[in-house]
């Protein structure tokens, strides 16, 4: 499936269609639970990350660097016997592997370049978390996940799913207020339909997204940078399962291999 990167702002011109009554008629009652057995906090978020709350993964090699090389150090001080020329070299070797580990998050930062631009919170916008009842507590769980690690582990403030009709938001939106949460589900379903987001049948990226208030209005004010990336059910019919939207208020927030961890998250979600 082909990425069309849009580096121009986004116009209304450029809007989706709105969907028609064939397709808007596939919004129907999915995955239904199965069992009534009690959930539990399974291992799925080790699909994702590791989940540890102010853990940067990027940073993991330092941290292992820094534990092999002091046991290292500890296991030459504390030796009883006389150090041979071997045991020497063994050490050394260890210590600058080690040492390369602790150096290798820099380096990655050098070859990378500049950093991408710093997301910021919006100042207009509040945040929602809002699933369809009708899904099944397992697929609950998994896009409770999905959404937050998106949310934690990109430039991400704003990530909406949508499976066969179906609903799952987070973050910062632009919505009504006094809304109970059935109201607001509904609320962004009517809003997607008008939209015309379940037809799009090809990954969007628009890194310089300049929003219009006759288009994505739902979108929190600030938003840079949205990507869309569209859950095709049958790849050789193209039939739409639904999408998955990113949206950050940091310019060109994603990268390709962004882009590429994204696209491999929806299809956790694929029917």
Request: proline share 5%; net charge neutral.
């Amino acid at each position: 499936m082909s990425i069309q990167i849009c580096n121009f702002p986004f116009h209304p011109r450029f809007a989706l269609q709105p969907r028609g009554p064939r397709t808007a008629a596939r919004s129907r009652r999915v995955f239904a639970s199965g069992s009534d057995q009690q959930q539990q906090l399974n291992l799925s978020v080790l699909r994702f990350t590791f989940g540890i709350p102010g853990l940067d993964e990027s940073y993991l090699p330092r941290w292992i660097g820094y534990g092999f090389g002091s046991l290292i150090l500890l296991n030459h001080f504390s030796a009883s016997s006389p150090i041979n020329q071997s045991q020497l070299r063994s050490e050394a070797l260890g210590l600058s592997l080690a040492a390369f580990s602790i150096a290798l998050p820099y380096f990655g930062k050098f070859l990378k370049g500049s950093e991408v631009e710093k997301r910021s919170l919006p100042e207009v916008g509040e945040q929602v978390f809002v699933i369809s009842p009708s899904i099944g507590d397992f697929l609950k769980e998994d896009l409770a996940w999905g959404t937050y690690v998106l949310l934690r582990n990109t430039s991400t403030v704003a990530v909406m799913i949508s499976l066969q009709g179906e609903l799952c938001v987070r973050g910062y939106w632009n919505f009504p207020g006094q809304m109970s949460k059935a109201q607001l589900h509904d609320w962004f379903k009517r809003k997607v339909d008008e939209i015309g987001l379940a037809d799009v049948k090809e990954t969007l990226y628009f890194p310089q997204y300049a929003g219009s208030a006759l288009s994505w209005d739902i979108l929190p004010d600030g938003t840079r940078s949205v990507f869309v990336q569209p859950l095709v059910q049958n790849v050789e019919s193209e039939k739409m399962d639904g999408f998955l939207l990113v949206a950050s208020t940091a310019g060109y927030a994603y990268s390709d291999k962004d882009r590429a961890w994204i696209g491999a998250m929806a299809d956790k979600f694929r029917g």
